[in-house]
């Protein structure tokens, strides 16, 4: 339970400039660290630090749980995607992970805000510019 609070706590308490606040989609969801590879491939530095971290705590991807912001099922085509802020349990250090979300319909459309047209047009997730502590 401390631990679910802590993540709760990190995932929620400091957010960095959003396109999209994820924060606002009302739901946080479970994966584990080697479900994130496509995150931490974006960025050398943040692969490294995690390497030398799970190689410190003698841990492989898979051993390591985190929670993420994910698309309740009422996002028509996103239900269930995970997007940031990530939070990661490295046994009693903590990783938490923002980047700049953007959520796009078809020809690009970009959504700002959580609402009705967004859950039912919304067709895709970036995250760029990722910054993590």
């Not at 929620?12 to 739901?27: C, E, M, N, R, V």
């Not at 496509?38 to 190689?55: D, F, M, R, Y």
């Not at 929670?67 to 802020?85: D, Q």
Request: glycine fraction near 8%; proline fraction near 3%; aromatic fraction near 10%.
């Amino acid at each position: 339970m401390t631990i679910r609070l802590v993540a709760l706590a990190l995932l929620f308490g400091s957010s960095a400039a959003l396109a999209f606040d994820s924060t606002k989609i009302g739901q946080w969801g479970s994966l584990y660290l080697d479900d994130l590879s496509p995150i931490l491939a974006k960025s050398a530095q943040l692969k490294q630090e995690v390497t030398a971290a799970l190689s410190e705590k003698n841990k492989k991807p898979e051993d390591i749980l985190c929670f993420g912001m994910r698309f309740p099922g009422a996002w028509k085509n996103l239900g269930g995607t995970r997007v940031a802020p990530y939070t990661c349990d490295f046994k009693g250090k903590y990783l938490r992970i923002d980047a700049t979300v953007r959520v796009t319909g078809h020809g690009g459309r970009a959504f700002e805000a959580v609402d009705d047209t967004a859950m039912k047009r919304a067709t895709d997730v970036s995250e760029k510019n990722l910054t993590w502590k």
